[in-house]
């Protein structure tokens, strides 16, 4: 999404967030090097020894903080070290953790990320959730990698909040159990290695708000973690979708995951003999899988994709009809509203007014 890109290049452009963030590092690090009667460049020295940094919520979030976004890029924060000896380094634990759940998306690019001594490469358009339990590193491997991080106190996550969540149980579960238990294990959910348009909508509308910087942004940044988490919610169900007792009778091809994606991604804007044609499958055994896979029609499962992204679209931004028309592949509203009316029988501004 052209926009999204677009605000995180502004954001590295205007440096006083990285700013602050220093002087807020900085600051928690000479009250610590003092409590340890250490000078600021040996405390500094021996938490590079150290084999697993424990960053605190006071180093990261301004008093008023709980949520906080940034782009993060290799000039970011102007720390510029050898890729190669930062994956080493990695690769051999030294890593860190930190007492506030984090989450990245990758926006352009790719970069290396490293958990329990493994490597892995996550993708443009993956998005990552790391619990307060998490051991972990990650590293950019060129100028052109920019990702959107998203880091937030684990007192958000109150009793409200997570009674929100209770529909939700994949993230109920992540976010109750961390904050309940201090040994729980790690985790990190990952999702996805293709761009979605939901996700980056959301982020979009996160990002800008938080930019803002007005009376309420920290309250509405705070109300946009539930679609965005109910829109994650949505793509692991797909993610995991497995065939049924009968569709084991046809062996499944591996593409079957990346043409579910492709019909949540491109939903109305995909024919079946398309799909057929891309992923080399026959036109009646496609249809005929992904029924049997998950127990709806292609036509069933594009529509309920197509209004899933429109209600989305209607409640999630401030974005007229005309241009959700647009967004959503029609020439015109009227046959936008009047898809949309077939469907749920309202039109799209009476939805968004009703909710």
Not at 19 to 48: F, H, I, P, V
Request: glycine share 4%; aromatic share 10%.
């Amino acid at each position: 999404m052209e926009m999204l890109e677009s605000l995180a290049k502004l954001m590295l452009q205007a440096p006083v967030r990285y700013q602050q963030a220093a002087e807020r590092s900085l600051e928690y690090d000479t009250k610590k090097a003092a409590e340890a009667g250490l000078s600021l460049e040996r405390y500094r020295m021996n938490l590079r020894q150290e084999k697993i940094r424990h960053m605190v919520q006071d180093c990261v979030f301004g008093e008023n903080d709980d949520i906080i976004l940034f782009a993060d890029c290799v000039d970011a924060f102007n720390l510029h070290f050898d890729v190669e000896s930062m994956r080493n380094r990695a690769k051999s634990g030294y890593l860190h953790d930190h007492d506030f759940f984090e989450l990245f998306y990758v926006l352009k690019g790719y970069c290396y990320q490293y958990i329990d001594g493994r490597e892995d490469i996550i993708q443009e358009g993956s998005i990552c959730l790391m619990n307060l339990q998490a051991v972990h590193e990650r590293v950019i491997p060129d100028k052109d990698t920019i990702l959107l991080t998203v880091c937030i106190r684990s007192s958000v996550f109150d009793a409200p909040f997570l009674n929100m969540l209770r529909e939700i149980p994949m993230f109920w579960n992540f976010f109750a159990s961390s904050i309940g238990r201090k040994d729980h294990p790690g985790s990190c959910i990952h999702l996805q290695d293709t761009p979605n348009r939901e996700l980056e909508i959301i982020l979009y509308q996160m990002l800008r708000t938080y930019l803002m910087e007005d009376e309420i942004s920290h309250t509405v940044v705070k109300c946009y973690l539930v679609p965005l988490l109910t829109e994650m919610a949505r793509i692991r169900h797909i993610e995991e979708l497995e065939p049924t007792s009968v569709a084991m009778i046809f062996p499944r091809n591996p593409s079957l995951d990346a043409v579910l994606r492709t019909i949540r991604d491109k939903c109305g804007m995909v024919t079946l003999q398309e799909l057929a044609d891309e992923y080399h499958f026959s036109l009646n055994y496609l249809s005929r899988l992904i029924r049997e896979t998950t127990g709806k029609t292609f036509k069933e499962l594009s529509s309920d994709y197509w209004i899933e992204r429109a209600k989305s679209l209607l409640l999630c931004t401030s974005l007229g009809i005309e241009k959700i028309a647009e967004l959503m592949g029609f020439s015109s509203r009227a046959n936008f509203e009047r898809r949309f009316k077939s469907l749920i029988s309202i039109s799209p501004a009476q939805y968004r007014q009703n909710n």
